[in-house]
């Protein structure tokens, strides 16, 4: 069975329309497209009567797409029978509180049930939406728990890539602000106002012309801290249309920030992990010419 995008042309619901296009197909096999095939508008909807609208997309996935989801889409850039690092794409959740959401999470559990594995994804830390890179999942939730509890003597390196507007100077810092969230997103201060304590070190890789390729490390983490930190230094990150430029003329067609290090001691282990994916070459394409 190939991937499949079909076009709503009439109200019906959604077991009707799996009923109409798959005529030939048994009971249990429908059902099984129902419960894990079925994508509109980027959620995994599995609601037998979920009302379908003239004009919707519903899109059924084949099994090429399926065996593919986690190599393909969503490398696995390491595991073993506790932990998961995938180089999470753009454009995906980190996790929702919406369970029809596709996430790495939802993606990870399909993975795990397709292994006929009991086990199931908790999250370790987030990576915006928009945000590609290295991502770390546990397996059980008292390995998540210990990476929650002692998450800074365990990661001892969670570095990124970014192309910022502009060089910042001086060439290398570190930014130390607390940041707030309000309902337009993230506010920095420089005291004490009851945030949080945000820490960010940069150093400026290369340069050329309105473009510099910028290398951070995080001393915490905090929601949209890199982004919010380059703001403050005057050179946001090219494509970020909460915390750059208006007038963003970017060549990139995304935001430019990838997690390219996560080094951490294994908490069951107790063996250092040294992780690493390349710079997206769309990024360093741009020193090139």
């Given at each position: 069975?190939?991937?499949?995008?079909?076009?709503?042309?009439?109200?019906?619901?959604?077991?009707?329309?799996?009923?109409?296009?798959?005529?030939?197909?048994?009971?249990?096999?429908?059902?099984?497209?129902?419960?894990?095939?079925?994508?509109?508008?980027?959620?995994?909807?599995?609601?037998?009567?979920?009302p379908l609208h003239e004009g919707m997309k519903v899109i059924i996935e084949g099994d090429e797409d399926r065996n593919k989801m986690?190599?393909?889409?969503m490398p696995v850039v390491f595991e073993d029978r506790y932990l998961m690092v995938v180089d999470k794409p753009v454009g995906l959740l980190s996790n929702s509180k919406f369970p029809n959401d596709i996430t790495v999470i939802t993606e990870i559990n399909d993975y795990l049930i397709k292994r006929r594995s009991r086990q199931r994804a908790h999250i370790v830390?987030?990576?915006?939406?928009?945000?590609?890179?290295?991502?770390?999942?546990?397996?059980?939730?008292?390995?998540?728990?210990?990476?929650?509890?002692?998450?800074?003597?365990?990661?001892?390196?969670?570095?990124?890539?970014a192309v910022t507007w502009g060089a910042p100077v001086p060439a290398t810092g570190t930014v130390r602000s607390w940041l707030t969230d309000n309902e337009y997103g993230v506010v920095s201060s420089p005291t004490d106002?009851?945030?949080?304590?945000?820490?960010?070190?940069y150093k400026t890789l290369n340069k050329k012309g309105p473009y510099a390729l910028v290398k951070m490390n995080l001393e915490t983490g905090r929601r949209n801290q890199i982004r919010v930190h380059m703001r403050e230094l005057g050179h946001p990150l090219l494509k970020d249309p909460i915390y750059g430029?208006?007038?963003?003329?970017?060549?990139?067609?995304?935001l430019a920030l990838h997690a390219y290090r996560l080094y951490f001691v294994h908490p069951v282990t107790g063996k250092e992990i040294k992780l690493e994916t390349p710079f997206p070459p769309e990024f360093t394409s741009l020193f090139d010419k």
């Amino acid at each position: 069975m190939k991937t499949i995008e079909i076009e709503v042309k009439e109200p019906i619901k959604l077991l009707e329309l799996i009923d109409k296009k798959f005529p030939d197909f048994s009971r249990t096999k429908k059902k099984e497209i129902l419960a894990h095939r079925v994508i509109i508008a980027s959620r995994r909807i599995t609601q037998y009567d979920f009302p379908l609208h003239e004009g919707m997309k519903v899109i059924i996935e084949g099994d090429e797409d399926r065996n593919k989801m986690m190599h393909g889409k969503m490398p696995v850039v390491f595991e073993d029978r506790y932990l998961m690092v995938v180089d999470k794409p753009v454009g995906l959740l980190s996790n929702s509180k919406f369970p029809n959401d596709i996430t790495v999470i939802t993606e990870i559990n399909d993975y795990l049930i397709k292994r006929r594995s009991r086990q199931r994804a908790h999250i370790v830390h987030r990576l915006d939406r928009d945000t590609s890179g290295l991502l770390l999942v546990a397996k059980t939730k008292e390995v998540a728990r210990q990476f929650e509890e002692d998450w800074k003597e365990r990661v001892f390196d969670r570095s990124y890539i970014a192309v910022t507007w502009g060089a910042p100077v001086p060439a290398t810092g570190t930014v130390r602000s607390w940041l707030t969230d309000n309902e337009y997103g993230v506010v920095s201060s420089p005291t004490d106002n009851g945030g949080k304590l945000a820490i960010t070190h940069y150093k400026t890789l290369n340069k050329k012309g309105p473009y510099a390729l910028v290398k951070m490390n995080l001393e915490t983490g905090r929601r949209n801290q890199i982004r919010v930190h380059m703001r403050e230094l005057g050179h946001p990150l090219l494509k970020d249309p909460i915390y750059g430029y208006r007038d963003d003329k970017s060549p990139l067609k995304r935001l430019a920030l990838h997690a390219y290090r996560l080094y951490f001691v294994h908490p069951v282990t107790g063996k250092e992990i040294k992780l690493e994916t390349p710079f997206p070459p769309e990024f360093t394409s741009l020193f090139d010419k």
